[in-house]
C-alpha cells in the first residue's frame, strides 16, 4: 500500500507490528472466538510494544506520534479479525475524551495506564430503549456535594467486561431544552460502589469482541470526574463521533480488501470442468466489479485521513465514508461467500466469520440511515 500520510518511519511501524501480531494474535484468535473473549494478557503485551495510545503525549506514557500510527494498528489488527475493533475504540475514540478534554490531573491519574494496557476503557451512549436518539438518553447524574449519583442502564457497550474506566453520557440537567444541553460526561472507574455489568450479550458476529450492559444503580461518581464541563457532553461527542465513524470506515475498507485477498487464492485453486474457476468469465466479472469498487474506496479514504490528521472539517466526507465502505464491505462478505460456493458456508473457512462480522458495521457508530441524514443536512437539504 502507498498512503499519502505514510512515512517510512510509518511503515517500519507496521512491520513492527505485523510481526508482533504473527506471534501474539493470528496463532490464537480462533481460540479467542471460542473463548467469545480477547484475554487480559494480549492488552498488556500491545500496551508493552508501545501499540496502545500512541498519539498520547510523551508525558502520560504515549509517544506523542501523529495518528497515521493509529491508522497502521487499526488496519492491521482488522487483517487478523473485526473481534479486535475494542483496541481501536481504547485507542482512538475513548483515550481522546480523556486528552482533550480532561484535567491535567485526569490525565495524569488515567492515561499512562491507558497506553500500558493495565486501564482498558469503553464509552457508554446506547441504552435499552434509545438508540441512534442520543438527546433522548435517560441515564441521570445528580450532584450531591462532591459526588455525582449516577442512575440508569447502557447496552451495547464495547469493552463493556474487561473495561476499568467508562465514559458515560448522562443527563445533569433533565429540564433544559433543547435536550442535548443538558448532557455531562462522567468516568466511572472499575469498583465504584453502585456500578455493575449485566449481561455479556451474546452476538451474530464478533464473538471474541466483548459487549455487554453496564448498570448504575445511585452510583457515587466524584465530582472530579466529570469530563470537560458540565452541559457540554453533547458538543464532545459530536466533535469525536467523527474519528470514530473514521475509525469504522478503516475497518470496513480493510476488511473489503482482506476479502478480495483471501477470495482471490481460493478461485484460483479451487478446479471445476476441469479448470480453475478463476477462468470462468462470470468469475472474473465478479471479481473485476469488486476490485474497481475496493480501489475507489481506497483512493476517496486516504484522501479523508489525510485531510483529518491535518485537522480539517470532514464530517460530511466521513459520513460518507462510514456509509459507502460498511455497505461495500456488506456486499463482498456477500459475492466472496457465494465465490466459495458450499466452503464459504463452513466455519473452516474465514470467509464464513468475516460473513457474520460484516454487517454490524453499518448499525454502530451512527446507523448508515443517520450518516445519509447528516449528508442531506450538510448539503442544505
Not at 495510545?53 to 497515521?68: H, K, L, T
Not at 448498570?215 to 461527542?237: A, R, S, T
Not at 462480522?357 to 448539503?379: C, F, H, Q, R, W
Request: some cysteine; overall charge negative.
Amino acid at each position: 500500500m502507498d498512503h499519502p500520510y505514510l512515512t517510512e518511519d510509518h511503515e517500519m511501524f507496521r512491520r513492527s507490528l505485523r510481526k508482533f501480531l504473527q506471534k501474539e494474535a493470528y496463532p490464537y484468535y480462533e481460540q479467542w472466538e471460542n473463548d467469545r473473549l480477547v484475554p487480559r494478557s494480549f492488552w498488556e503485551k500491545m500496551g508493552k510494544q508501545g501499540f496502545l495510545c500512541p498519539d498520547v503525549d510523551e508525558q502520560y506514557g504515549g509517544s506523542g506520534v501523529d495518528w497515521g500510527f493509529s491508522v497502521i494498528i487499526n488496519e492491521e489488527l482488522e487483517r487478523v479479525g473485526s473481534g479486535l475493533i475494542g483496541i481501536g475504540l481504547h485507542n482512538d475514540i475513548v483515550v481522546p475524551y480523556i486528552s482533550e478534554y480532561g484535567t491535567e490531573e485526569q490525565k495524569k491519574r488515567w492515561l499512562p495506564s491507558c497506553t500500558k494496557g493495565d486501564m482498558v476503557t469503553a464509552i457508554a451512549m446506547t441504552e435499552p430503549g434509545t438508540g441512534s436518539d442520543l438527546a433522548a438518553i435517560k441515564t441521570t447524574a445528580v450532584l450531591n456535594d462532591d459526588h455525582y449519583i449516577l442512575n440508569g442502564q447502557k447496552t451495547f457497550i464495547t469493552n463493556g467486561i474487561h473495561s476499568d474506566l467508562i465514559i458515560v453520557a448522562c443527563k445533569t440537567d433533565t429540564r433544559t431544552v433543547p435536550q442535548h444541553k443538558g448532557i455531562s460526561l462522567l468516568a466511572v472507574e472499575r469498583g465504584t460502589v453502585g456500578f455493575s455489568r449485566g449481561r455479556k450479550l451474546d452476538k451474530v458476529g464478533l464473538h471474541c469482541q466483548d459487549t455487554a450492559e453496564l448498570i448504575f444503580e445511585d452510583c457515587k461518581v466524584p465530582k472530579k470526574n466529570l469530563i470537560g464541563e458540565e452541559g457540554k457532553g453533547f458538543q464532545y461527542l459530536m466533535k469525536k463521533l467523527q474519528q470514530e465513524r473514521l475509525v469504522v470506515a478503516i475497518a470496513a475498507q480493510v476488511s473489503s480488501e482482506h476479502m478480495f485477498s483471501i477470495t482471490m487464492d481460493y478461485i484460483k485453486s479451487r478446479e471445476a470442468f476441469g479448470k480453475a474457476i478463476s477462468q470462468f468469465q462470470h468469475i472474473q466479472f465478479k471479481m473485476a466489479e469488486m476490485a474497481a469498487d475496493i480501489e475507489m474506496g481506497r483512493a476517496f479514504l486516504d484522501g479523508l485521513i489525510a485531510e483529518h490528521i491535518q485537522g480539517k472539517d470532514v464530517v460530511t466526507k466521513v459520513s460518507m465514508a462510514k456509509f459507502k465502505l460498511t455497505e461495500m464491505s456488506r456486499r463482498i462478505a456477500t459475492e466472496c461467500m457465494q465465490l466459495h460456493g458450499g466452503y464459504g458456508y463452513m466455519e473452516e473457512y474465514e470467509i464464513a466469520r468475516r460473513y457474520r462480522d460484516v454487517p454490524v458495521a453499518s448499525i454502530y457508530a451512527g446507523t448508515n440511515e443517520i450518516m445519509k441524514v447528516i449528508i442531506a443536512k450538510n448539503l442544505g437539504l
